[in-house]
T-cell receptor
Framework: AQKVTQAQTEISVVEKEDVTLDCVYE???????LFWYKQPPSGELVFLIR??????QNEISGRYSWNFQKSTSSFNFTITASQVVDSAVYFC???????????FGKGTHLIIQP | NAGVTQTPKFQVLKTGQSMTLQCAQD?????MYWYRQDPGMGLRLIYY???????DKGEVPNGYNVSRLNKREFSLRLESAAPSQTSVYFC????????????FGQGTRLTVV
């Protein structure tokens, strides 16, 4: 069975601080895919990034960066110089391939205070 | 570019009533999904359809039925609503290729009283 754990239920930081959201996953598959989604207060789910299990290269996109480490089964997400607009619930998800859907973590509610 | 469209956006039902949540996608995706989101629980898969004419149970299928009417449409039916089904429901679709993300509708907020 697959499992995604986001141990941080809620994080609150002051604007311009850096913040890291943790994601730990469990799977027996050797090939799998990891995702991060953002859910702003308006409620929609916005895709942020996808990473394949055979590609451990870290990625930076503007103020966002992702650190994928297979050795620790982690796929952490860092926001640099946070902004109030980053306030949202962030979900990490795992996909094993095939017809199954994504397995989601319970989400981390990120609050950026001005 | 509509993407994934869900109707209705809000609904209040009385216990025992039935209703169907509609979902349509215009991206020619093969796979479609229904999730529910509850506070502190993340999103949990109810049912999915890998292709037109096929449906399978997900993690929490009890109390629901689905129909993949055609490639575009995937509906979720509650035959006899219960308060435990109060939730936000999301429909999603994916290209059949493994290396692609899911696209989500805007959600349906359902309250069963």
């Amino acid at each position: 069975a697959q499992k995604v754990t986001q141990a941080q239920t809620e994080i609150s930081v002051v604007e311009k601080e850096d913040v890291t959201l943790d994601c730990v996953y469990e799977t027996r598959d050797t090939t799998y895919y990891l995702f991060w989604y953002k859910q702003p207060p308006s409620g929609e789910l916005v895709f942020l990034i996808r990473r394949n299990s055979f590609d451990e290269q870290n990625e930076i996109s503007g103020r966002y960066s992702w650190n994928f480490q297979k050795s620790t089964s982690s796929f952490n997400f860092t926001i640099t110089a946070s902004q109030v607009v980053d306030s949202a619930v962030y979900f990490c998800a795992l996909y094993r391939g095939g017809a199954d859907g994504l397995t989601f973590g319970k989400g981390t509610h990120l609050i950026i205070q001005p | 570019n509509a993407g994934v469209t869900q109707t209705p956006k809000f609904q209040v039902l009385k216990t025992g009533q039935s209703m169907t949540l509609q979902c349509a996608q215009d991206m020619n995706h093969n796979s479609m999904y229904w999730y529910r989101q509850d506070p502190g629980m993340g999103l949990r898969l109810i049912y999915y359809s890998a292709s037109e004419g096929t449906t399978d149970k997900g993690e929490v299928p009890n109390g629901y039925n689905v129909s993949r009417l055609n490639k575009r449409e995937f509906s979720l039916r509650l035959e006899s609503a219960a308060p435990s089904q109060t939730s936000v429901y999301f429909c999603a679709s994916r290209d059949g290729q493994v290396n692609t993300e899911a696209f989500f509708g805007q959600g349906t907020r359902l309250t069963v009283v």
